[in-house]
């Protein structure tokens, strides 16, 4: 069966400092990969999207960057983190590139900058 | 372009009593519709989709939705209400045309009182 993990599940970090989150795949091939970001426990944000290894696509302008450099590996980054940074981060992939494929989500990364 | 609206921050049930938290949705063309349902501090997790076929959709832990076309919406609904039901559900649409326009709704928090 198919399993995401992500990682670190907490995390505090100064303004300023760099930022490196983690989530891998187990148990599928080419998934589709997505970053997401949620605020104040509700809505959610897709910060970036991939389809393949290098293949990035950023929805919305940050301080923020992602990479893929294996085909089930995601990371998420930051040089340098501000304090509107702060949020429960969430990996997920889906199985196929159209629109009918569920997401399947990481338990998430929460992230305090101060 | 897509939306989707779940129009009651919250909803507030007894034990044993039917609930149903709504959704309506836009977008061009035939809908992919999803519910997922959030624990606090975990991810999402995914509840059941409308593709085509029977309006009345089964997905787990006992819920079902229900697709009109008419009304442009997809509410869940679940006959019994279990106090284990209480969480942040979202509701979220998606076109044919890429799995990474996946929108989500801003979410209904489920309280149900024992």
């Known amino acids: 069966s198919q399993t995401i993990h992500q990682w670190p599940a907490t995390l505090v970090q100064p303004v300023g400092s760099p930022l490196s989150l983690e989530c891998t795949v187990e148990g599928t091939s080419n998934p589709n990969l997505y970053w997401y970001r949620q605020a104040a426990g509700r809505g959610l944000q897709l910060l970036f999207y991939?389809?393949?290894?290098?293949?990035i696509s950023s929805e919305v302008p940050q301080n923020l960057s992602a990479s893929r450099p294996q085909d089930r590996q995601f990371i998420l980054s930051s040089k340098k983190l501000l304090l509107s940074d702060s949020g429960f981060y969430l990996c997920?992939?889906?199985?196929?590139?159209?629109?009918?494929?569920?997401?399947?989500f990481g338990n998430g990364t929460r992230l305090t900058v101060t | 372009a897509q939306s989707v609206a779940q129009p009651e921050d919250q909803v507030n049930v007894a034990e044993g009593n039917p609930l149903t938290v709504k959704c309506t949705y836009s977008v061009s063309g035939n809908p992919y519709l999803f519910w997922y349902v959030q624990y606090p501090n975990r991810g999402l997790q995914f509840l059941l989709k409308y593709i085509t076929g029977d309006n009345l959709v089964k997905g787990s832990y006992g819920f079902e939705a229900e697709f009109n076309k008419s009304q442009t919406s997809f509410h869940l609904k679940k006959p019994s209400a279990l106090v284990s039901d209480s969480a942040l559900y979202f509701c979220a649409v998606s076109g044919y045309s890429s799995a990474s326009k996946i929108i989500f709704g801003s979410g209904t928090r489920l309280s149900i009182r024992p």
């Open positions: 997920a992939w889906s199985a196929t590139g159209n629109g009918y494929s569920p997401l399947h």
């Open positions: 991939s389809v393949g290894i290098g293949q």
